[in-house]
Structures are given as structure tokens and as C-alpha cells.
């Protein structure tokens, strides 16, 4: 059964539903081509094709001897020193039969041998010659060339983020510029006629204005650059400033100020400001006033809810896809596990809900989910101790000691 759903005059979008949305209206943003060493977490726009073969020659896997295989099929037996192959050098002279050359591991195998004998198997007869004590099939301990990769060949797809391995692959395959989606900018604005600094103490009715600094680290998590602008009042000019202002980033995002409330001014200043909504109010919970928009340029807009968790989740959940949309990634849901439910919790209602977790994996490797109480979206002290949230569909039974349940990882 579908999840989304209406009720009492609500209608609630899916949360797979909002995902497609999402994926549909967020378009690919600008490429650049940097040097590869400034390309970390960049996300590639081009593949990246091997100039080379890997390895380029055959070469030995190990420490050990040259051998001719035919020479060594009856052990123990001495084979005389041709001489001594150190990686980075070319054999001058290929192997003979009845010899060994010494070999160090990564070097070129010398014309003529067709295997490698590691050094611990052998022992120094002489000081011209060496007992091998095992025999070894020809192609033991080499590497033959091209057995990685061969010139031509796509090493690294579009779309693939440059972590550290994959700059290393981009590395050996000779790609000292790289094509990359620009690093996205994000907007953030916060609204609500409520926040104070964080350097201040609350007085009468305000509050810290903490989620600024959640979404900013949200933000570079996502190796994104956040681009801070501060607080907006309740007041549809001043948050339509803000978002004018915000059309100059890649991607905007709101917090607050999206819900029922008298003063929640934000749908309307987007909408003042040319962007189209796609969708608000998603069947979650937390998190359901979520609203996404596109800007007339294209830009996408994501306004989040202003109570901590739910601001937390929705960025996990909507956020991220907008931004592996922007940066050309294949949109990857957060992935989710299943683990054993240590606890008990109600039948869910019309959304989708994220239960705060312990999650840990037994010494017998199961994985086990103790939900947390629930003290509401506004109370961020609850997630201090969690490692991720316990996800249920709607209209789901209630589940006991013992049943699997979906977690979500944070
Ligand atoms: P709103 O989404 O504007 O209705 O706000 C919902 C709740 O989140 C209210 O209790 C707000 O005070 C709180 N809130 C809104 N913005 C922030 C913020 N930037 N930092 C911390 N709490 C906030
Ligand atoms: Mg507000």
C-alpha cells in the first residue's frame, strides 16, 4: 500500500513520492576541470580513461627469484645467479636455463623466466648460486601486464565521487585535470522572530539559534559549501530579501516558518519570489511541513521544518538527493538496514516515522535497535546519545520484543 495519504483535510505527499519530485526538477549544475589534488569529494562530470596499461609490464608480485618453471619442477635444486632486478629497472639480459635473478617485489620480469619463487622458499647455496626448495607453475607470483587495466579503458564513470581511493585510480590512470561538477553553494537561511546568537542568553521568549550551525555542518558533511545568511524575522519582506539574495547559490535552504502558523511566511515569500512548489507536507515524522521548490533559474529550494530533528531528517532525507541531483550523482536514498527491535513500540498512524535508536551489533553480529523515548521534534538533547532512528511505514502494526525492524544510520 501506497504510504502517502489525506486526512482530516491534510494531504500528505510520500516520502518516495517527494524523492521522485526531487530527482525530476533538479537539474545537473556547472563543471569545472581542476587539478586532481583539488578535486577531493568532488563528484566527476567526465569518466576518466587509462592512458597506460596497469601494470605496464609483467612484474613480480614478491620479494624472491626469477625462475624458468621447467627449471624447478624437481626440488630441492641450486640454479646459478644471473644477477639482481631492483624495481624500476630493465632486465639488460633475459633468464637461462639452469639460472635464477634475484627480484625485488613491483619489478620487470626478465625475458626468458615465467615464474617467481618468493624468498623465504629458497636458500643462498653460495654466493653465486641458490637452492630453491619449492617448486612453482609457471605465472606464479607475476603480474601480468595490462592484468588491472588496459590503455583505453574507462576507470572512472561520471557521476562517481573522487574519494581518496578514487583519486587514486584517477592517479595511476594519468589524470592530472579532472572535469568536475563545481562545488555546490548552499544558502542557508533561518527564520523566526525567536532566535538569538548563540553567544547570547536567551531572554523573554527567544531561543538559540542552533539549527543555523546543524544545517551548516549538514552542509559540509555533504562537501557542500554552506553560504550562511543569517536570520530572517517572521516577516514576508525580510524573508523574501533573504531568498533573493540566496538565488545566487546553487541550491537554497530554508529552515522554519514552513508549517500552518499565522506567521509561517515562507511558502508565500517563494512563491512571491517566482519559485514554483512542487511539493509541502510530506507523510513523515518528523518533518511532515517540508516544502520544495524550484526557483525560475532552476535553483532548487528546500524549506525545512524549524524544530531540530525534524530540520536533521529532512535534510538526510530531501536535501541530499537535491544535492547529488545538482552534482550529477546517481540520487542515493539513505540506506536502509534491518535489526532486531529490543523494546516495543505502537502501530504508526498516516507518516512514515523515524523513532530515535540505539543501535548495536551483537557479539554474534546481529544488528539490535532499542528505541529511545521520544521527547519530540524540538528536543535535540534526545539525540545526543543515538546512533540512528528506527524507521516505520505508516499505518504500520505495533512490533515487539524480537520482530525486525528498518534503521536508518545517521
Ligand atoms: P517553525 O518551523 O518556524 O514553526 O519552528 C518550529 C520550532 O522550531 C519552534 O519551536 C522554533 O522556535 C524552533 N526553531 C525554528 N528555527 C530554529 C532555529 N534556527 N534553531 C533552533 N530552533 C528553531
Ligand atoms: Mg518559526
Known amino acids: 500500500m501506497s504510504e502517502s495519504c489525506s486526512s482530516a483535510g491534510e ?13 525530476a526538477h533538479t537539474h545537473r549544475g556547472p563543471t569545472e576541470t581542476v587539478p586532481l589534488s583539488d578535486a577531493l569529494f568532488r563528484t566527476l ?14 612484474r613480480s608480485v614478491m620479494d624472491g627469484y626469477a625462475v624458468r618453471s621447467a627449471d624447478v619442477a624437481d626440488v630441492p635444486v641450486v ?7 631492483p624495481a624500476g629497472q630493465v632486465p639488460d639480459q633475459a633468464l637461462q636455463p639452469g639460472q635464477a635473478m634475484q627480484i625485488n617485489t613491483g619489478a620487470p620480469i626478465p625475458a626468458g623466466a615465467d615464474a617467481v619463487v618468493r624468498v623465504e622458499q629458497t636458500k643462498a647455496a653460495d654466493i653465486e648460486n641458490v637452492r630453491i626448495l619449492s617448486a612453482v607453475e609457471a605465472g606464479m607470483l607475476i603480474t601480468n601486464r595490462a592484468s588491472y587495466i588496459r590503455a583505453g579503458q574507462t576507470v572512472l564513470e561520471a557521476g562517481k565521487r573522487l574519494t581518496p581511493e578514487a583519486i587514486a585510480i584517477a592517479a595511476t590512470a594519468g589524470a592530472t585535470q579532472v572535469t568536475i561538477y563545481r562545488q555546490p553553494r548552499v544558502a542557508i537561511i533561518v527564520t523566526g522572530d525567536e532566535l538569538c546568537d548563540i553567544d547570547q542568553t536567551p531572554s523573554g521568549a527567544q531561543i538559540r539559534n542552533s539549527n543555523q550551525y546543524l544545517l551548516e555542518a549538514l552542509v559540509k558533511q555533504a562537501h557542500a559549501e554552506p553560504v550562511l545568511l543569517g536570520i530572517a524575522r517572521d516577516d514576508l519582506m525580510a524573508i523574501a ?5 540566496g ?3 546553487d541550491v537554497m535552504c530554508l529552515c522554519g516558518g514552513v508549517s500552518m502558523g499565522k506567521f509561517d511566511f515562507v511558502p508565500q515569500a517563494l512563491s512571491e519570489c517566482g519559485a514554483v512548489t512542487h511539493f509541502h507536507r510530506v507523510a513523515i515524522k518528523p518533518g511532515r511541513p517540508t516544502l520544495f521548490a524550484t526557483c525560475e533559474n532552476g535553483q532548487p529550494v528546500f524549506a525545512l521544518p524549524g524544530n531540530p530533528i525534524s530540520t536533521f531528517i529532512a535534510f ?5 538527493v537535491g544535492l547529488d541531483c545538482v552534482e550529477g550523482r546517481d540520487p542515493q536514498p539513505p540506506q536502509k538496514m534491518r535489526a532486531r527491535l529490543c523494546g516495543q513500540l505502537n502501530a504508526t498512524a498516516n507518516r512514515r516515522c523515524y523513532q530515535p535508536a540505539h543501535i548495536r551489533l551483537t557479539a554474534n553480529g546481529e544488528m539490535q535497535a532499542q528505541p529511545l523515548p521520544w521527547h519530540g521534534s524540538g528536543n535535540m538533547f534526545g539525540l545526543a546519545t543515538t546512533d540512528g532512528f528506527i524507521v516505520r511505514p505508516a499505518y504500520s ?11 536508518l544510520i545517521t
Open 316 to 320: 538526510r532525507l530531501f536535501v541530499l
Open 45 to 58: 562530470a567526465e569518466p576518466i580513461v587509462c592512458d597506460v596499461d596497469d601494470p605496464p609490464f609483467d
Open 247 to 249: 538565488m545566487k547559490c
Open 241 to 245: 530579501k533573504k531568498v533573493t539574495q
Open 79 to 85: 640454479l646459478k645467479l644471473a644477477g639482481t632486478i
Open 11 to 23: 494531504l500528505l505527499i510520500d516520502a518516495d513520492e517527494a524523492v521522485r519530485l526531487i530527482i
Open 397 to 407: 502494526e505495533s512490533v515487539v520484543d524480537g520482530d525486525f525492524v528498518d534503521i
